[in-house]
């Protein structure tokens, strides 16, 4: 999960000193020494690291902090501000030119994929009521004109190849064909290049004064961490870059390029890769990603991932269930389904206030685990999928030889089935207002 190991320690860090009726100087001062401690160690830039917690703490040690009913909630909120500050306070929107069509031409090293963001981003603008075509300017990688071909297939999305030789007169060949199709944006996918190539980077100089870009946007790894930053930093010197795509941030348990990019090149973070799959992609909002880390959850992007992912009425139902402590096995399956639409279930529930990264171990469940768990479910009786409290160690026997999975595997589905059921649990109580949340618009 995103940001695992920073969100334990600094939850931890601040679990104890809530735990604390009073706050002294040196309760803040060791308090923001363990926050300094988890940023190096997320990997975050040691000068970011350094201004942030000197902002923290010029802000902590007021008296209007130190005198509060509640001084560990005041330091928290005063941490979650400067965080949001630190990753840019609001989403940036893309922006959209006077001229048709609108064009994004895409950079960055080879590996970061840039391909298959490129083919991401049409998908979400082709959601918002945009009609994209993709260029493939990359005529390098052997394949990549043919990977993005593939992918605009896939997803009904044009491409434009041309010669497959000229990336200057491909990307100024498919705005022309852009309007012929009345399309009104075009996505430049180029050959990913080192920042120190002199020659490569005058090539993407040459395409940029040849497409004349509305935004120039800069793929990069966020699992690389300050090489991150370092490679953004010279690709704006060289080219001007006005927005950042964070790639893999699922998968980087540390941080540290989200949290320093912003702040070292000044260019904003528009969207970060949440998957694999052509849907893998979000507007950075660095206000929910701050709650996340501290704790607090993003029940807003919740809503937005459920709205678009589950039914309304099969999600009332359940909701009656679930108040009425009928939720079954049967139901479970049917909401794995449902839920794996809005993502990975370790990242769907971190969105929930008050869970704990170590929670969320061992829950994230993929295609094949899906099968199995439906062959385990199917090989009980119906009696033993309504009430699940009756299966004891002969029957977990008899549905693992059934289900031909192991008796670890059944164990381990009935004690996700038993934690989900709460974690349900809690997402009806959010429904409801409880805690001051919105109530979810699927409750």
Do not use: W
């Amino acid at each position: 999960m995103a940001f695992s190991n920073l969100s334990e320690k600094l939850q931890e860090t601040f679990r104890r000193l809530r735990g604390k009726g009073k706050l002294g100087e040196k309760d803040v001062d060791e308090a923001l020494r363990q926050v300094k401690l988890a940023l190096l160690e997320a990997d975050v830039n040691f000068r970011v690291v350094r201004s942030f917690v000197n902002r923290v703490k010029e802000r902590a040690i007021g008296h209007e902090v130190l005198n509060s009913l509640t001084p560990g909630q005041m330091v928290i909120k005063i941490v979650h501000e400067e965080l949001t500050k630190l990753m840019g306070e609001k989403a940036e929107k893309l922006v959209i030119s006077d001229r048709t069509p609108t064009v994004y031409l895409f950079a960055g090293l080879q590996g970061a994929g840039k391909t298959t963001t490129v083919g991401k981003l049409g998908v979400f603008l082709r959601k918002q009521g945009r009609r994209p075509l993709l260029a493939a300017a990359d005529v390098y990688r052997p394949a990549a004109a043919k990977q993005l071909q593939i992918l605009g297939e896939q997803n009904d999305l044009p491409v434009y190849v041309g010669d497959g030789k000229n990336p200057v007169l491909i990307a100024s060949e498919a705005i022309e064909q852009a309007r012929q199709l009345q399309r009104d944006v075009v996505l430049i996918d180029t050959a990913g290049r080192l920042h120190i190539n002199e020659e490569l980077m005058g090539e993407l100089q040459k395409i940029k004064k040849a497409a004349d870009p509305a935004e120039i946007l800069l793929v990069v790894d966020a699992m690389t961490g300050q090489d991150a930053v370092t490679v953004a930093q010279s690709f704006n010197e060289k080219l001007g870059i006005t927005g950042l795509i964070l790639t893999k941030l699922d998968s980087d348990t540390r941080g540290g390029a989200a949290l320093s990019i912003r702040e070292v090149t000044g260019c904003p973070i528009k969207f970060i890769g949440t998957g694999e799959k052509m849907d893998g992609i979000e507007v950075f909002h660095p206000e929910r990603l701050a709650s996340r880390i501290l704790g607090m959850g993003d029940v807003l992007t919740l809503i937005e991932k459920a709205e678009a992912a589950v039914e309304a009425e099969q999600a009332k139902d359940l909701m009656k269930k679930i108040q009425k402590d009928q939720f079954t096995l049967e139901d479970f399956l049917q909401q794995m389904r449902q839920v794996q639409k809005m993502g990975p279930l370790d990242q769907v529930f971190s969105m929930l206030p008050g869970i704990k990264p170590k929670q969320l171990k061992g829950m994230a469940i993929d295609e094949r685990s899906l099968k199995h768990i439906e062959a385990i479910i199917q090989s009980m009786t119906p009696q033993e999928r309504q009430t699940p409290q009756i299966i004891n160690a002969s029957r977990r026997k008899r549905i693992a030889r059934g289900a031909g999975r192991p008796v670890q595997e059944v164990n381990r589905l009935l004690n996700q089935f038993e934690q989900s059921r709460k974690m349900m649990k809690q997402l009806t109580n959010l429904g409801k207002g409880k805690g001051g949340f919105p109530k979810l618009p699927f409750m």
